[in-house]
């Protein structure tokens, strides 16, 4: 079975599906699915996303008998109404030196709080954090992209201290001469920190997927740790075995006409041909549909125009 995991239908508004795509959603099987989308894709065991444990073993094979935070480089643009997330990790092009570079004067700023921070990799930075420390809620860096700053860092009691070390960091990362050097090649500055993935090695990752192609972190770093084959979102389908549970990752897809050519009809098709058993539609919305060869006989059932259309 291949799944394709889509955004909330709401975003395509009322773009039009082909007739192909209307009539297999409404001559498939209809269900809703209880919870998020992730947690029906990994079981993680304790409950929760600890990504920078999972990709701090992956990097350096020790997250063991610790808690991390991921402490990635950022860059923050200050504008009229206070500041935004502009890019993160690596979009901002680092390479060992110039991460080295950059971490040499937040070590012992981070070293007193009693957060060892370091960089098994340029753009994947950690601080090391005592079991059991109490954490704010922090918020994915894909999610605070674009947004208001102010509105996505942490916040309580806990959120303070954070909110503290990071004014700190950054005017660390502000006076540093390599991002005068950046500023200079016409480079995004490295002048901010993003926290976040926080937590400890589950003691378990399961999934029911052999293979999951996708770009967001949380979901291959993990992922991967279950014994998952991950790997980047192809552009479009491209023909690969059919007869592995696989899943595609499309919930940043905004444009209906793009997903129905390089994603709906190539592989419809392949559900009408019989060399694929079943396809999947996961919205993030929750609503789900299972396209299977022998619906083609549910004839009478008037095919769908667009996602607003989708009953449930």
């Known amino acids: 079975m291949i799944t394709l995991l889509l955004p909330s239908r709401e975003r395509f508004g009322g773009q039009r599906l082909s007739q192909d795509t209307g009539r297999a959603l409404a001559r498939g099987d209809h269900s809703a699915r209880a919870g998020d989308a992730l947690s029906g894709i990994l079981d993680v065991l304790p409950r929760g996303w600890p990504v920078a444990a999972a990709s701090r073993q992956r990097d350096a094979g020790d997250a063991a008998h610790a ?161 998952v084959n991950v790997a980047a979102k192809p552009a479009s389908w491209n ?22 050519g390089q994603w709906f009809a190539p592989l419809l098709k392949a559900v009408a041909d019989g060399s694929l058993a079943q396809l999947r539609f996961e919205f993030d919305d929750g609503a789900r549909y299972d396209i299977a060869r022998t619906q083609r006989w549910r004839f009478w059932r008037r095919p769908l125009t667009s996602f607003v259309n989708v009953a449930g």
Do not use: M
Not at 71 to 82: E, F, L
Not at 211 to 223: G, H, K, N, W
Not at 239 to 260: M, W
């Open 67 to 227: 808690c991390w935070l991921r402490a990635d480089p950022a860059y923050v643009r200050p504008d009229i109404n206070g500041a935004r997330l502009l890019s993160y990790g690596e979009a901002l092009g680092l390479n060992t030196a110039d991460a080295a570079a950059l971490l040499k004067p937040l070590k012992p700023l981070f070293g007193d709080a009693g957060f060892p921070i370091d960089a098994p990799a340029p753009s994947r930075w950690y601080l090391c954090l005592p079991q059991g420390a109490k954490l704010p809620e922090f918020t994915a860096p894909e999610q605070a992209l674009g947004a208001d700053l102010f509105d996505e860092l942490p916040q309580g009691p806990e959120g303070r201290r954070w909110r503290a070390l990071l004014s700190e960091a950054q005017v660390v990362l502000h006076n540093h001469p390599l991002n005068a050097q950046r500023a200079a090649a016409g480079l995004a500055p490295v002048n901010s920190l993003w926290f976040w993935g926080a937590g400890s090695l589950p003691d378990r990752v399961q999934s029911s997927f052999s293979r999951i192609a996708s770009d967001d972190e949380t979901l291959t770093t993990l992922a991967a740790l279950g014994g």
């Open 239 to 260: 023909g690969g075995a059919t007869s592995a549970n696989a899943l595609y990752d499309l919930r940043d897809a905004r444009d209906l006409a793009v997903l129905e």
